[in-house]
């Protein structure tokens, strides 16, 4: 064990401690996959992520994504997280405002604004109707009638997301699901705000297998859902979503559209600096 730089960040808000808490290991290299899925499963919080060199030429670093119980090739407030946290530890962002990340769903370009980061998502690699006999079991596990939604996909890109339309943000507040049934699914669910709210859509996110079961703020299901509502013309090019609302949390992820290419971003604010013996 040796003393690592270490920090925390909160994404995806503008008020500290109200978006999503991320771990950061920096120097990570030499430590094993089972020390650092242990080490993940000690912080206890949605996403852990450990930043190596890169092998990549065009990556500035390469990170390594953990939950509590397994690793993610992909997702997204981990993606800006990391990229805060590199950048605070002295990395370089270079004249044109982009870092590169190296992960094991291949070179993701991150936007820098100051506070704000936006990650290029990577494409879809499951993008279908959910079959009805899952559909169904997603709302009991939601407490709601299968006529309630509205519309459904798969949204996988990385994490396996399941998106779930209703029809109002009011609707997805009052959702209560019971965590005791999540089992292996991974849901994320989307509805409206009325026209002219700060907010366009509201949108929460389940799954089951970790010690936390509703996410406070989700950039790789917001990146599908993007992807999906774009589409399908259900949101415009830009808008913003809110997430966290129902756990006291303030997620706002701004999406841009450009062509194909889906831009999820947000505030980013370093919380805590120091290190761990690992």
């Not at 009805?132 to 299968?146: C, F, K, S, Y």
Request: hydrophobic share 45%; proline share 6%; aromatic share 8%.
């Amino acid at each position: 064990m040796k003393p690592r730089r270490y920090s925390e960040v909160d994404v995806f808000s503008q008020t500290a401690y109200r978006g999503n808490a991320l771990a950061v290991v920096h120097d990570a290299e030499g430590l094993s996959t089972a020390e650092m899925q242990q080490f993940a499963n000690w912080t206890n919080l949605a996403e852990t992520t450990f930043l190596l060199a890169p092998t990549a030429p065009q990556a500035h670093y390469r990170v390594r994504i953990f939950t509590a119980s397994e690793e993610l090739p992909f997702a997204g407030h981990p993606t800006l997280g990391s990229a805060k946290a590199w950048l605070a530890a002295g990395g370089d962002l270079g004249s044109d405002g982009v870092i590169v990340q190296e992960c094991a769903a291949g070179l993701i370009p991150i936007r820098v604004a100051g506070d704000r980061f936006a990650f290029q998502a990577p494409p879809l690699i499951r993008y279908e109707p959910i079959e009805e006999a899952r559909l169904q079991r997603v709302a009991g596990v939601l407490g709601i009638a299968p006529d309630d939604i509205i519309a459904s996909s798969w949204l996988v890109n990385g994490p396996r997301w399941m998106g779930i339309r209703l029809a109002s943000a009011q609707q997805v507040l009052a959702l209560r699901p019971d965590p005791n049934r999540l089992d292996d699914l991974e849901i994320g669910v989307v509805g409206p705000y009325p026209p002219s709210s700060a907010t366009q859509f509201e949108v929460r996110a389940f799954f089951g297998g970790d010690a936390v079961w509703e996410d406070p703020v989700t950039g790789s299901l917001n990146a599908g859902l993007a992807r999906w509502m774009s589409d399908t013309g259900v949101a415009p090019s830009n808008y913003i979503a809110a997430q966290g609302t129902v756990l006291g949390r303030e997620g706002r992820v701004h999406i841009n559209v450009e062509g194909e290419a889906i831009w999820v971003g947000g505030h980013v604010t370093a919380c805590i600096e120091g290190s761990v013996r690992l």
